[in-house]
C-alpha cells in the first residue's frame, strides 16, 4: 500500500512539527553545550537554544491557519530567545513569517519560497555573519528547497531527502571555520538547527503526536557543561533586550550597537526588536537607546563571573544576593558573590538594577523623566536558571535578600531554591537579611569572609542571625520631594515637612520595616543626631565595619566618613552610590551610613 503524500501543512502540522524540532533539541542540549567553541567558547549554545525553544513552546497554542501560527511561532522566539544562536534562529523564523503568504495552508513551492526569501534577514541581522555556521547550514537548506519545489511536492519527500543536504553542510563547517577544526567540532548552532530538522522528519515519518508534544508548565533545567575553557574575555557582559517602536533603521542600530562592542545580532523589525551584543558597558548602552526605543526586556549575562564558576571557583559555597546590596564592585568581585539586578522601569523602559542603569544614569533621569519609576521583584525563573548553573558546580548555595517587607524577590528566591535543592541534592539555603543597601552589603561580606575561612554552610546559617541583628543603617533625607512622588509620604504631610524644612532620618527595625527614628532641620544637624544615636549604642560594642552611601552626594558622604573615622578609628569598607531602588525613595541627596557590630 503506498504512503499517503503530503501535500499541504497547515496550523496545527507546523505546531506539532515545531514541539518534534523543539524536543530534539531539549533532549540534545548537553551535547550541543559540550561542542560550542565559536563565537565565545562559553558552553551554553545548547542552553540558549532550548531556552528560546521553551520559550515558544509555553506561549505556543495550535491554530489551524498556517500564517496564524507561523506568525505566533516568530513572534514568541523573538521575545524568548537567547544567546547569540537563540537570536539567529529567532531572526530565521520571523523572516518566514513575513514571508508568508496569507494562507490557511501552504504546498511545498509556497514554503520553499518562505525559506529562500528568509535567508537575507539572518544575514542582515548579524553584522560581520561567518560562514561555517548555522547561517550557512540554513542556506544551504533553504536552497536545496529551491532546487526541488518544482520537482517535488510532497513535505515528507522533501523533508527525508534534505537531510543529507543538511549533514554534508553541517561537517562542512569544520573546515569553513578554523577554530572548529582546531578541536575538530561542528558549529554547534548548526548542530543545534540539523537536531531540530532531524525531530521534525521523525514526526513527518511516524505522525505520532504523543511522542513529541511536552509539558508547556514549568521551567526547563538549564543543563551546563563543565569544561568551559579558561580563556581571555575582551566583553564581560552578553546583552539581550527586546526593544518596541524603534526609530533607528536596522542598519543604524546595528552600528550603533558595535561601538559598544561585537557579536551584535539585530532581529526582528522596527515594531519588535531583538538586540544581542557583547559588551563592557550596557548600562550606557541602554541609556543611549532609551532615547530611540522603549525598552521592554533586558537580560545580561556576566561571563566573566560564568568562567570563574566554572573553572576559577575559590571555595566550594556559591554567595547570592539581590542589587539593593551595596558594596563596592571590588568586594564583589574578589569573593564571587553573583547579584542578581532587580527591574526598574521608567514608563514603558525597563531597565536592571545597576547593571543596565547605573545610579549616575538613574538619578539623571529620575530627575529629566516626566514618569516617576516603579520596580519589581526578580522573578521565579530567574533565580532557577541561576541556581541551577552553581549547583551545577558548587557544593551548596547560600543566598541572602533584602527584606521581605520591600519586595517579593526572597519568596521567588526560596521558591526556586526548593525546587534546585530537590533536583541537584544540594543544600540551597535562602535567607531574609531584614535589611537593605549598606546594611545587607555588611552581611553579605560577613558571609563571604565566613565562606572564604572555611565555615560550614549550616554555621553560616546560624551565624548569619546574629549579624542580622547586628547590622543597622540610617539614612538621612534631604528631601521630602521623591517620598511624595513615591506615594512614601502624603502630599498634605510632604508639603508642611517641606515649609518647615523639616530632614527625616530613616532607619529599620527589628523585623524589617522602615521607621523613622528622628528629625531635624537640616541635613547637618541630622548627621549630628546619627553620630550621637551611634556613639550611645555603640558604647559597649565594638563596631566591625561600616559603609558610607549617598544619592550624588559626595560631600554629605565625605563628612560622614570624616565623623566615623573619628568615632572607628578606621576607614569605611565601602563608599558607594545607593542602589537606585533604594535612591528613588529616598531621593537625590540622601547620605546615609550603615554599621555592624563585632
Known sequence: MKEARILEIDGRFLYYAFLAGGNKILQNQLEINRINVFPINDKDTGTNMASTIRSVIDNLRPHRSYKTTVNNIAEAALIGARGNSGVIFAQFLFGISQETINKSVITVSEFADSLKKSIPYIYEAVTNPVEGTMLTVIKDWSDYFSSKKSIISDFKKIFIESFVILEKSLIETKSKLNILNQYNFVDAGAKGFVLFIEGIIEFIKSRNIRNFVTESSGDILLIHDEHIADEDIKYRFCTEAILRKVQLSKSELQKRLNEYGNSVVVAGSESLCRIHVHTNDPASLFYELKDYSSITFQKVDDMIRQSE????????????????????????????????????????????????????????????????????????????????????????????????????????????????????????????????????????????????????????????????????????????????????????????????????????????????????????????????????????????????????????????????????GRKPVSVVDISPVIGMNVGIGAIAVSLMFD
Not at 505 to 522: E, H
Open 309 to 568: 564558576i566554572a573553572v576559577k571557583r575559590k571555595w566550594n559555597i556559591a554567595l547570592v544576593t539581590d542589587s539593593t546590596c551595596d558594596l563596592s564592585q571590588e568586594i564583589i568581585d574578589n569573593y564571587q558573590i553573583n547579584v542578581v539586578p532587580l527591574n526598574i522601569s521608567f514608563g514603558d523602559s525597563h531597565y536592571l538594577d545597576k547593571v543596565t542603569m547605573k545610579p549616575e544614569q538613574f538619578y539623571s533621569t529620575l530627575e529629566s523623566s516626566s514618569e516617576f519609576p516603579k520596580t519589581s521583584l526578580i522573578n521565579e525563573s530567574t533565580f532557577t536558571n541561576l541556581y541551577s548553573h552553581l549547583a551545577s558546580y558548587y557544593d551548596a548555595i547560600i543566598a541572602i535578600h533584602l527584606t521581605c517587607q520591600f519586595s517579593g524577590t526572597y519568596q521567588s528566591s526560596t521558591k526556586a531554591a526548593e525546587r534546585i535543592k530537590n533536583e541537584f541534592n544540594k543544600p540551597v539555603i535562602v535567607i531574609d537579611s531584614k535589611n537593605l543597601s549598606g546594611a545587607l552589603g555588611l552581611i553579605v561580606l560577613r558571609i563571604a569572609q565566613a565562606i572564604e575561612a572555611g565555615w560550614q554552610i549550616e554555621t553560616i546559617a546560624d551565624e548569619v542571625k546574629t549579624w542580622i541583628n547586628d547590622a543597622k543603617i540610617f539614612v538621612s533625607v534631604k528631601s521630602l520631594k521623591y517620598m511624595i512622588k513615591g506615594g512614601r509620604v502624603s502630599k498634605q504631610k510632604g508639603f508642611i515637612a517641606n515649609l518647615l524644612g523639616i530632614n527625616p532620618i530613616v532607619s529599620m527595625d527589628s523585623n524589617g520595616k522602615s521607621v523613622l527614628m528622628g528629625q531635624t532641620f537640616s541635613q547637618r544637624a541630622n548627621i549630628s543626631k546619627v553620630m550621637k544615636h551611634i556613639k550611645n549604642i555603640s558604647s559597649e560594642k565594638k563596631i566591625w565595619n561600616y559603609i558610607v552611601l549617598h544619592a550624588r552626594n559626595s560631600a554629605g558622604a565625605e563628612k560622614y566618613t570624616e565623623k566615623m573615622y573619628r568615632l572607628t
